[in-house]
């Protein structure tokens, strides 16, 4: 399983990013897609995960900012960042979870300015 991610860069704070996911690979149906992040110092953590099935989680400080959507045929995930603020700041993983099996892609640097 491949994930390659695009979006993320520079903008300040109050504004907008998009950040999208493309899966590859021996994918099977049954799986979660999401975005994690980390911060410089600090551990990786989730920010939203997406199950094939339609469930969703969101991370407390990102709730009514940021908006997870799938396209199950394209095994796709996107994350609509608005109302950003400087502590959304970090590297953006794209994981992809299937059968207890974390696939990663590479990070995907966000910076917000004040």
């Known amino acids: 399983v491949q994930l390659q991610a695009s979006g993320g860069g520079l903008v300040q704070a109050g504004g907008s990013l998009r950040l999208s996911c493309a899966a590859s690979?021996?994918?099977?149906?049954?799986?979660?897609m999401g975005w994690y992040r980390q911060a410089a110092g600090k551990q990786r953590e989730l920010v939203a995960t997406?199950?094939?099935?339609?469930?969703?989680t969101y991370a407390d400080s990102v709730k009514g900012r940021f908006t997870i959507s799938r396209d199950n045929a394209k095994n796709t995930v996107n994350l609509r960042m608005n109302s950003l603020k400087p502590e959304d700041t970090a590297v953006y993983y794209c994981?992809?979870?299937?059968?207890?099996?974390?696939?990663w892609g590479k990070g995907t640097l966000v910076t917000v300015s004040s």
């Open positions: 997406h199950a094939n099935g339609g469930r969703i």
């Open positions: 994981n992809l979870w299937w059968a207890g099996i974390d696939y």
């Open positions: 690979g021996s994918i099977f149906s049954f799986n979660t």
